[in-house]
């Protein structure tokens, strides 16, 4: 029995961290192209004309998120709909050494939701016209919080697409 004991832990561990090398490198060759792609682009947003809040929100992304990957990376992605950003936000912020806040990643996630709906719009249009009627209007719900909640307008389209 005592052997038993001492022999799980070290299995679970052991198990844990093959599990951790295995996905450091299960990437697929195409995958691995599409983050060279993101990778070589541009590094910065002009967030001149953003609302305050989001130009300081910008400022956390900037910081945060530059300390594991470059930042031209979560900018020039194919990410656009708020649950992309919404799932790529919490996975880096579980990321061991992020240290990213409940709060810092709430202002990352309205920096890229609020920058996709605007430099990303065509994108964003794709891919919401892609969607079923009720995912589409909560895409199209959550965007328009993030843009209500900084006074910024709501782009046309988006309230005359059918939701």
């Given at each position: ?12 561990a ?6 951790g ?10 995958t691995?192209a ?28 900037s ?12 900018i020039?992605?194919d ?26 990643a709430?202002?990352?996630y ?15 249009d ?16 959550k965007?328009?919080?993030?843009r ?7 782009p ?8």
């Amino acid at each position: 029995m005592n052997k038993k004991c001492l022999f799980l832990p070290g299995a679970a561990a052991l198990v844990l961290f093959m599990a951790g090398v295995a996905r450091a490198g299960d990437l697929d060759a195409a995958t691995k192209a599409r983050i060279a792609q993101f990778d070589s682009g541009p590094s910065t947003v002009d967030v001149s004309q953003y609302p305050q809040h989001i130009q300081d929100a910008y400022q956390v992304f900037s910081e945060k998120c530059s300390q594991c990957h470059k930042l031209s990376r979560p900018i020039n992605s194919d990410f656009v709909l708020p649950d992309e950003w919404a799932r790529y936000v919490k996975r880096m912020m579980y990321k061991p050494g992020s240290n990213i806040s409940g709060s810092e990643a709430k202002d990352i996630y309205e920096f890229l939701v609020y920058d996709s709906s605007v430099r990303k719009k065509a994108l964003l249009d794709q891919k919401l016209a892609t969607l079923d009627p009720k995912q589409k209007s909560a895409e199209i719900a959550k965007i328009d919080a993030i843009r209500g909640k900084y006074g910024a307008p709501t782009p046309a389209n988006f309230a005359s697409s059918g939701n």
